[in-house]
């Protein structure tokens, strides 16, 4: 059964206006998606969908809306921050395009480097929070070096400092991608992302009403009736 995240360790004592309106816990997730030329056409558009889905949903649950903290990193010909952090509540989904190559390598350094800002402030504005997730969609194969980045989620992941999650679509490298995660990577059923994100708003959501250190119980996306498979 997967479990969701607990408390970190190196948590510390106010200054951010950000952090002084808000001072609830944070369960920060960065999405990392492959917005390459392979996703043009319907994939792009499910994707959309489902992006703009997820932000509905964790709107809807008003505590989650408080402490969920999400990101949007894109890799598609470049690497690009198309939302920082920040709550729920402010979450603009952007409208992705496709193009280009598929630099994952670069997207994922960017993004674990994205992280540690975030947790900087988490610590100095004194705002506790659980074991971040790192949620990369991908279609292909990286076209830039990824290595580097392989062994810094698994450095990461060793340390508790995050949960790195993969996630293939159609035909993504699904070796390359269990290289990458030390976690098993989950292929998608078809294009359905609304349900992949409408399972990732739901696990934020019951990890952001939890206790801090406890462990979480979430729905395997792989069971029948789920929204991947394990190759």
Request: aromatic letters at 8%; a negative charge; glycine letters at 10%.
């Amino acid at each position: 059964m997967l479990e969701g995240n607990n408390m970190e360790d190196d948590q510390m004592p106010f200054g951010d206006a950000e952090f002084a309106d808000n001072a609830e816990q944070r369960c920060a997730c960065i999405l990392l998606l492959d917005t390459s030329g392979s996703m043009q056409g319907d994939a792009i558009d499910e994707l959309n969908k489902g992006l703009a889905a997820f932000g509905r949903e964790l709107a809807d649950d008003r505590l989650a809306a408080k402490r969920v903290d999400i990101a949007v990193l894109t890799f598609g010909g470049k690497v690009e921050t198309v939302c920082q952090f920040g709550a729920v509540e402010t979450f603009q989904p952007p409208l992705l395009s496709a193009k280009g190559g598929t630099p994952m390598g670069e997207a994922v350094e960017r993004g674990l480097d994205l992280l540690e800002a975030r947790k900087s402030q988490y610590r100095e504005n004194g705002i506790s929070y659980y074991r971040p997730w790192i949620f990369a969609i991908t279609d292909g194969a990286p076209t830039d070096k990824w290595e580097r980045a392989a062994r810094r989620i698994a450095e990461g992941e060793h340390r508790k400092q995050f949960a790195f999650y993969a996630v293939g679509v159609d035909q993504a490298d699904m070796d390359m991608l269990g290289e990458l995660s030390v976690r098993t990577p989950l292929r998608l059923n078809g294009l359905a992302f609304a349900e992949l994100f409408r399972w990732l708003s739901s696990s934020l959501s019951s990890v952001s009403r939890s206790n801090p250190g406890e462990a979480v119980p979430l729905e395997n996306p792989a069971a029948p009736g789920g929204w991947a498979t394990v190759d």
